[in-house]
């Protein structure tokens, strides 16, 4: 079966690529390199011994996409390709909006076109806002706070329209928690522009040394220690549930809509005692304000996954360190 993967160079998408490789898929890359490298799928082109079709494009150029579709019989497609920082999306919603909602409108067109049935959304825990309940349930009412969420939240939405007026449809939405960690392998692993804004990613840098200290947003939130409480997911934990998501709805026309995460909360203080453990580095911090939209508390209730998918996240937050960590080491440059 063959997969159109939109955003397939990017962290998320480079490590599905490689599940999808794994279970014996074959895949189509798309991604216009705005937040990501070609060497991603270079690399699991070496890892699997393989070659994967790659196409330099933006998704809002249909004619470009069409003719991707017209060279290989796609028959699902797997959307990640977005843009995806919350403080950046304050600062240009134009872009954010544009590129997300334009990026799948497009992608959707071509697909009806050439009648493309199955599709797969990234979506993030950030539809839920400030949660009224924890874990958080995927029935509860949505509500972004910011630009990028709201996008999401307005996808998911034109989605469902979409697919529920039009016959034999099959659509996953897929709400992630915090996705972290890297590939076993060491050879792919999350490499961003700049200074990272979230703390994997950070704490990381601190250990290797590249920034001095990691700034810990706020240690007066009513949690036990203070500090911030997330679901931290393994990236090939969540690979995996694509796969096993794409499996159950291409069975008969539905929309699914479930959170991918451990169900399980940790706070910054656990994050960055369990990289210390790992990396066996000290983490320097200091506590400063809490940044501006955080919220206290947010980790998945994962039952309707576990339940609709049979997929259970597996590692726990030690080994996501540790891979992360390894990563790290291994390309202390990222992929350059
Ligand atoms: P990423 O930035 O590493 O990957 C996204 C990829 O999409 C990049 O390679 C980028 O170059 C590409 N892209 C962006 N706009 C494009 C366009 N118009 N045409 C073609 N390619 C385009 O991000 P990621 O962490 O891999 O996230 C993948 C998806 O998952 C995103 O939609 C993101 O919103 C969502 N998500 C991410 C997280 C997270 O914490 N990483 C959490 C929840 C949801
Ligand atoms: C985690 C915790 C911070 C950095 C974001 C998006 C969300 C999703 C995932 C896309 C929080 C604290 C962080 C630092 C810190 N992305 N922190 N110092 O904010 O939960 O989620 O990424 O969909 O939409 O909002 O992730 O990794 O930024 O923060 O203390 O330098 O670490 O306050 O408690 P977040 P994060």
Redesign the pocket.
């Known amino acids: 079966m063959k997969i159109l993967v939109s955003g397939a160079t990017g962290y998320i998408g480079s490590h599905t690529v490689a599940e999808l490789i794994n279970a014996g898929f074959k895949v189509v890359a798309v991604d216009n390199l705005t937040n990501s490298s070609l060497e991603s799928l270079k690399r699991v082109e070496k890892l699997f011994k393989c070659k994967i079709p790659f196409y330099r494009l933006d998704i809002r150029n249909k004619s470009a996409l069409k003719k991707v579709f017209d060279k290989h019989s796609i028959e699902a497609v797997i959307h990640f390709a977005g843009l995806?920082s919350?403080n950046e999306s304050i600062l240009k919603p134009v872009e954010y909006y544009n590129n997300n909602l334009g990026g799948t409108f497009s992608l959707i067109e071509v697909m009806k076109e050439f009648n493309c049935k199955i599709f797969l959304f990234s979506s993030?825990?950030?539809v839920y806002g400030n949660p009224q309940s924890i874990p958080i349930k995927e029935n509860v009412p949505l509500s972004g706070s910011n630009p990028?969420?709201r996008s999401k939240i307005m996808i998911e939405q034109y989605l469902q329209d979409v697919f529920n007026t039009s016959d034999n449809y099959c659509l996953g939405i897929l709400r992630?928690f915090?996705p972290i960690g890297a590939h076993k392998s060491g050879l792919i692993g999350e490499d961003p522009n700049d200074i990272p804004?979230?703390?994997?990613p950070?704490v990381s840098q601190v250990a290797i040394g590249k920034i001095k200290k990691?700034?810990?947003?706020?240690g007066d939130y009513e949690t036990p220690d203070g500090?911030?409480i997330?679901d931290y997911i393994h990236v090939v934990d969540l690979a995996i549930g694509h796969i096993k998501a794409l499996q159950v709805i291409m069975k008969k026309p539905q929309v699914l809509i479930a959170n991918l995460g451990t169900g399980k909360g940790h706070s910054?203080l656990d994050v960055v005692k369990a990289f210390e453990k790992t990396s066996g580095r000290k983490i320097p911090f200091t506590i400063v304000d809490r940044?501006q939209g955080?919220i206290a508390i947010?980790y998945a209730d994962c039952n309707h996954a576990n339940k609709v998918l049979n997929w259970k996240a597996k590692y726990k937050l030690d080994e996501m360190c540790e891979d992360a960590w390894r990563w790290q080491t291994l390309n202390p440059k990222g992929y350059n």
């Open positions: 995806k919350v993030s825990a950030s990028y969420s992630y915090n804004n979230n703390l994997i950070f990691l700034y810990i947003f706020g500090t911030g997330r910054v940044r955080d947010s």
